[in-house]
């Protein structure tokens, strides 16, 4: 469909041009395998390596920090099973946040099904990490804790400073998920209170099927596949070199352009709060009690579905979501909504609207046009069906 308004930049992002000129001289030069000794595979180990040295210099790590992976699911997966298994059965609790991505929740209850134990730790009304009640998780046989940087629905950004402090003390890893902020909020992993943090390509404006587990050295963590010496032994299978090139080509741009970037992504939301409330009686902003990441606008529209409200605006050409897109076409409300404490209903009646290196504010303009006229319309429908 030609027109089409991209909304939901959170879910992924369209790949940048430059992005895309260099996946496809990797495939059509740079096809190698990386680990062959001759001039065909020192060319692909040198693009790879390269493009290591890209993610870590946007991460604020050793180059040795960066293993690739197939995305953020699996570094989350990885952080959790690798550390479980290379500790003692005496020291098998997992602590995480109510709010964590499927790939960090659904793994650590998988763990606990397991044999291991897992506390799942509330968050406020709205929607950051109650530190205290962390703290008070946190127990002798505590051997990681989970919490994301970012929420991937509410855009709130958590007090990683405060819960990697909390850790330390308690000789605790800390692993936080960063898909969401990496590449759009400042990191610094070498003074960053944490162990370990995942990252993705596709969030970036990079391919999909690519991503990272930022790894400090001397973590304990058990190795992840077996079968060849890739990605220093601990995470092996050859190397999805396209991908990776890619995916350094897109933390190249991020570091060239994060600061303005950042700035422009934040008046195009501020405009669209300002705007939207403004216009649609009784709309709720979620996470105005702290600090929000500039690219996600998360709002409640009582009175309406989500998903209808979702339909309706695709159907006139504007993509948006309700939640996670690993979650869309779920039964019943978003596990993050309802920790919130949310009934089922005001639950469902989120919209998150996000925004990414080529959104317009010609298209935030014409989804202010767009969407109060929607909104009104389903709840004069919904009264009348009372």
């Known amino acids: 469909m030609a027109g089409i308004i991209y909304l939901d930049n959170a879910a992924t992002t369209q790949p940048d041009p430059a992005v895309i000129a260099a996946m496809t001289a990797a495939l059509a030069e740079q096809w190698g395998n990386p680990s062959s000794v001759h001039e065909r595979g020192k ?31 699996e570094a989350d997966n990885w952080a959790l099973e690798g550390v479980v298994a290379a500790s003692d059965n005496s020291h098998n609790h997992i602590t995480v946040s109510a709010f964590e991505h499927h790939a960090v929740l659904d793994c650590a209850k998988a763990l606990d099904k397991a044999g291991a134990m897992l506390t799942v730790v509330p ?13 008070k998780a946190i127990r002798p046989e505590t051997v990681i804790v989970s ?9 709130t950004v958590q007090p990683i400073e405060a819960i990697g402090a909390i850790c330390k003390s308690r000789a605790v890893l ?14 610094n992993f070498a003074t960053m209170p944490v162990d ?28 992840h596949q077996h079968g060849g010496s890739q990605e220093r032994g601990r995470r092996t299978g050859t190397e999805n070199l396209p991908g990776i090139v ?30 939207l409330c403004a216009m649609i009686p009784d709309l709720i902003v979620n996470g105005l009690g702290g600090t929000r990441a500039h690219n996600i606008l998360s709002v409640r529209v009582p009175g309406c579905d989500g998903e ?49 290196r080529f959104s317009t504010q010609t298209e935030i303009e014409q989804l202010i ?10 709840r004069q429908m919904n009264r009348a069906m009372v």
Do not use: W
Not at 203 to 217: D, E, N, S, T, Y
């Open 43 to 73: 060319q692909a180990k040198m693009a790879l390596e390269n493009a290591r040295n890209s993610i870590a210099k946007l991460a604020g790590c050793h180059a040795d920090e960066v293993f690739f992976t197939s995305g953020g699911t």
């Open 123 to 135: 968050i406020s009304s709205d929607g950051y990490v109650d530190v205290q009640a962390l703290e």
């Open 147 to 155: 919490v994301m940087h970012v929420n991937n629905e509410l855009g």
């Open 174 to 187: 800390f692993h936080s998920d960063c898909v969401q902020s990496f590449g759009k909020l400042p990191l």
């Open 196 to 223: 370990m943090i995942s990252i993705s390509a596709h969030k970036i404006h990079g391919p999909k099927g690519i991503g990272a587990l930022i790894v400090r050295r001397g973590t304990m963590l058990a190795q």
């Open 246 to 275: 890619g995916f350094g080509k897109a933390a190249e741009l991020c570091m060239q352009n994060m600061q303005s970037e950042s700035a422009r992504l934040a008046g195009l939301r501020d405009l669209c709060e300002r705007e």
């Open 308 to 356: 209808e409200l979702l339909i309706a605006l695709d159907m006139r050409g504007i993509c948006v979501s309700t939640g996670a897109a690993c979650s869309a076409g779920a039964h019943g409300a978003s596990h993050v909504m309802t920790a919130l404490g949310l009934t089922t209903e005001d639950a469902r009646s989120s919209l998150r609207i996000s925004f990414g």
């Open 369 to 378: 046009e767009t969407l109060p006229g929607i909104v009104a319309k389903q």
